[in-house]
Nanobody
Framework: VQLQAFGGGSVQAGGSLRLSCTTSGRTLGTYAVGWFRQAPGKEREFVAAINWSGSTSPYADFVKGRFTISRDNARGTVYLQMNSLKSEDTAVYYC????????????????WGQGTLVTVQR
């Protein structure tokens, strides 16, 4: 499974971006997908995840109420809608997939996209 994450960019604080995660070849429809981020000098951290059906979608506390994860299995795409962005949200965002249930630890995901950079300016 080859994942592609895109949609990053530079935005002013308070702005919005929508990230997308797609795959070439096999559909994402049977996979749980997570979004992680890594800021310079920091470890990769969990942001949000969604199970294969979209019925379960936990979030990290620091994005609750601002970010929304969703999926369109017909399009084989998982989205991360990011609103009310803060400068501390600046990071490279990665999507990852695993064939079983949602996980909160990066090492439990089997497949990773290349990352997309999000820069939030004060």
């Amino acid at each position: 499974v080859q994942l592609q994450a895109f949609g990053g960019g530079s935005v002013q604080a308070g702005g919005s971006l929508r990230l997308s995660c797609t795959t070439s070849g096999r559909t994402l429809g049977t996979y749980a997908v997570g979004w992680f981020r890594q800021a310079p000098g920091k470890e990769r951290e969990f942001v949000a995840a969604i199970n294969w059906s979209g019925s379960t979608s936990p979030y990290a506390d620091f994005v609750k109420g601002r970010f929304t994860i969703s999926r369109d299995n017909a399009r084989g795409t998982v989205y991360l809608q990011m609103n009310s962005l803060k400068s501390e949200d600046t990071a490279v965002y990665y999507c990852a997939a695993r064939s079983m249930t949602i996980a909160f630890i990066a090492s439990e995901y089997d497949y990773w996209g290349q990352g997309t950079l999000v820069t939030v300016q004060r």
